[in-house]
């Protein structure tokens, strides 16, 4: 399972926020995560989505980063969406219901359209 | 100085034996040559060294006679002669002296007028004799100074070469010790065997530490004629060379006599009817001898007086195998019971050697049979047994024990795979064969589950899972890793996660434990779900995923207490249903 140190790009234009994860999300990115959504919920975008296509490992400490950021985002009043998650990690976003409060997309187009619309 | 010239040259030998208390230690300071005749002088002067004075009697050389080693003169311990001496200041007459003393009779006897005490550090370390002056005078009150002053002067000297003597047989008497130490290791190390036999489908192993003294433990393990295969565990009573030298005749006797006698009972007999006549008084061996089937697992033994050893039996308790016999060597004419049992799939017959039982925490409690076999019978089929005794006896006797006699164990344990073949030919009532693919061990360490994770994928690899199960299989593992790293063991990188995987054919196994201690079982079913409204809102903590998702993701979950902790164990179905993820 190769699963190199989280790595978190950012990419910001009007009024969209996409927070790129690639590799693990486990305790490790505790620090990143929350630096790189707080920065870009600082611009006080109208949506934050959540890139997980390159994310290869998330484990229970991921998840509670995730639910952290969730919280960080709905204080701000930011609708998160996310995309690109392996059918292993939609099954446990459905689990945890975290998917109730982080609407799933197929894709970027599907998570900017969607997110627009609600 | 006539006088000065008459004392002698002295050396000190070891004490004739008349003395009580310290005969080796005791040394009687004799002259050396004949320096005159003794014509020419009746009774030279002598320099005596005895014991100390608080050690009892003080024995004393007297005369020089020529060519020999002079009489001895024993000052016993009542002798008042020796009250005089001790608190005399400087030469002692003994022309002169009204003492009830048998020393001072037997020293006047042998010639001797003056007794110079030799005291160094306030004691009574010997004694300058000497007989009537050379020139026929009286001794003068200027030879009783120079006495004085050369007794004052001699009597350090002569403790200086007590003590240097004292020692250097000490460090001859250990010197022998280590040598001897080294020949009884020796001895064991070549008659325990250096390669154990391992029939398809069985695992057997021992474990031998001797104690710094070496006791008589020994093992073996060979086959017979007949294709079976003998198991010994034995102990000389006694410890060194001599019982090294037993129980390498015993290990030869017993070799000898199963190549044609095969049966345990029969060769316990033999053996014993070859020992006894040639064996040191109040030395015997016991032993347990036994013939395994490797086919069938039939184990047919005999004891001779040996602690009896155990069988897990995988229920969670440890069956004792008996068999009545007195040890060897003590009597002859002795007959041995035998009894059989067979060895199933999974279980593993114990034998061990008294050193296990019968160590001592440091408060003297014994580690005692009792705990041994209660630590047999709950260990897990497949957890090391060698490894787990020792463990619970290094925390019995905690750190810096000194081991007190030979540790031996020998485990002749079944593997799963034999089971199969076994099983199979035994029909219908064959239990389901459990294999075991992965046995690890890591070191709690955060991010460590993916170590695990990895390992495990690797195991399950040939089972043929389909991708989701799989991904849903490393999730719980990692999960269950990181609870056992975090929860169990409190991410001490020194503590232990024990992972093994296995399984029946028909479902798959993992369970993963902590050496956290002994705490209460948490009950799966009563643990809170996690609410993630609640999380968001902040009235839970964000975490407290693991447990639920690890059920989430396998068929089954429980956890159990294990010995030095908990596991968790996860069982998935290989049956094809997915799981239902509620």
């Not at chain 1, 926020?17 to 929350?34: H, T």
């Not at chain 2, 004490?15 to 009687?28: F, I, K, L």
């Not at chain 2, 798959?508 to 643990?527: F, N, S």
Request: hydrophobic share 45%; net charge negative; with cysteine.
């Amino acid at each position: 399972m190769p699963s190199d140190a989280v790595r978190i790009a950012v990419r910001q234009d009007a009024g969209t926020a996409v927070v790129a994860i690639a590799g693990r999300i486990d305790a490790s990115a505790d620090e990143p995560l929350r630096a790189a959504v707080d920065g870009a919920l600082a611009t006080t975008p109208q949506r934050l989505i959540l890139d997980f296509s390159a994310m290869d490992y998330m484990n229970s400490t991921g998840i509670a980063l995730v639910v952290g950021l969730l919280g960080r985002a709905r204080a701000t009043q930011t609708p998160v969406g996310a995309y690109g998650l392996s059918p292993h990690y939609q099954e446990i976003f459905r689990i945890t219901r975290l998917s109730d409060f982080l609407p799933l997309f197929d894709d970027e187009a599907g998570a900017r359209a969607g997110l627009a619309a609600a | 100085m006539t006088l000065a010239r008459t004392i002698r040259r002295v050396i000190r030998r070891p004490a004739a034996g008349s003395v009580e208390g310290r005969p080796a230690a005791v040394p009687t300071l004799q002259p050396a040559a004949p320096a005159i005749p003794a014509p020419a002088i009746p009774a030279g002067p002598t320099i005596e060294g005895g014991p100390s004075a608080d050690a009892g009697a003080i024995e004393v050389a007297a005369g020089g006679t020529a060519g020999e080693t002079p009489g001895t003169i024993d000052i016993t311990e009542n002798d008042p002669l020796l009250g005089l001496l001790q608190s005399s200041v400087g030469p002692v007459d003994l022309e002169g002296l009204s003492l009830d003393s048998a020393a001072v009779r037997d020293l006047r006897a042998a010639g001797i007028k003056l007794v110079v005490p030799l005291i160094s550090q306030g004691e009574l370390i010997g004694t300058l004799n000497l007989g009537p002056r050379l020139s026929e005078q009286d001794y003068s009150s200027d030879d009783r100074r120079l006495l004085e002053s050369l007794a004052a002067q001699a009597a350090p000297a002569l403790r200086v070469g007590q003590l240097v003597k004292e020692q250097e047989a000490e460090a001859r008497d250990r010197q022998k010790m280590e040598q001897e130490l080294q020949v009884a290791q020796l001895i064991q190390r070549n008659f325990l065997p250096r390669q154990l036999p391992q029939p398809e489908g069985w695992r057997i192993a021992a474990y031998y530490r001797p104690a710094r003294a070496v006791g008589g433990d020994f093992y073996d393990c060979f086959a017979l004629p007949d294709g079976r295969l003998a198991v010994v565990i034995g102990d000389v009573t006694d410890k060194g060379v001599p019982a090294a030298l037993v129980m390498a005749a015993t290990r030869s006797l017993i070799r000898a006599s199963a190549q044609r006698l095969m049966e345990p009972g029969a060769v316990l007999e033999r053996v014993n009817e070859l020992l006894c006549p040639d064996m040191p008084e109040k030395m015997f061996v016991t032993c347990f001898y036994a013939a395994l089937d490797p086919a069938d697992g039939t184990l047919r033994f005999a004891n001779a007086g040996h602690d009896l050893p155990y069988l897990r039996t995988g229920q969670g308790s440890a069956a004792e195998l008996r068999a009545r016999g007195m040890p060897l060597g003590l009597m002859p004419g002795m007959r041995y019971d035998e009894a059989e049992l067979a060895v199933g799939p999974g279980q593993v017959a114990v034998l061990h050697s008294d050193g296990v039982a019968e160590a001592h925490a440091p408060d003297g409690t014994m580690f005692g049979f009792p705990r041994l076999r209660a630590l047999v019978g709950r260990l897990r089929a497949d957890e090391p047994v060698v490894e787990e005794v020792l463990d619970e006896l290094a925390r019995f006797t905690g750190p810096g024990w000194e081991q007190e006699d030979d540790i031996t164990l020998v485990t002749v344990e079944r593997t799963a795979e034999t089971a199969k073949t076994a099983l199979t030919a035994s029909g219908p009532a064959a239990a389901p064969i459990v294999r075991t693919l992965l046995e690890t061990t890591i070191p709690s360490q955060a991010g460590n589950e993916r170590l695990t994770i990895a390992q495990v994928a690797e195991a399950v690899a040939d089972l043929g899972l389909p991708a989701a199960r799989l991904e849903d299989l490393k999730t719980a593992v990692g999960e269950g890793t990181m609870n056992a790293i975090e929860h169990g063991n409190g991410n001490d990188p020194s503590k232990p996660v024990h992972v093994r995987v296995s399984t029946d054919g028909s479902q798959l196994t993992v369970e993963i434990a902590d050496v956290g201690g002994d705490r209460p079982v948490p009950d799966p079913d009563a643990l809170p779900v996690p609410d993630l409204a609640a999380k968001l809102e902040g009235r839970q903590t964000p975490r407290g995923w693991g447990l639920f998702l690890i059920r989430s993701m396998v068929d089954e979950m429980a956890i159990r207490a294990v010995p030095g902790g908990h596991a968790v164990v996860m069982t998935m179905r290989l049956d094809g249903r997915s799981s239902d993820a509620q």
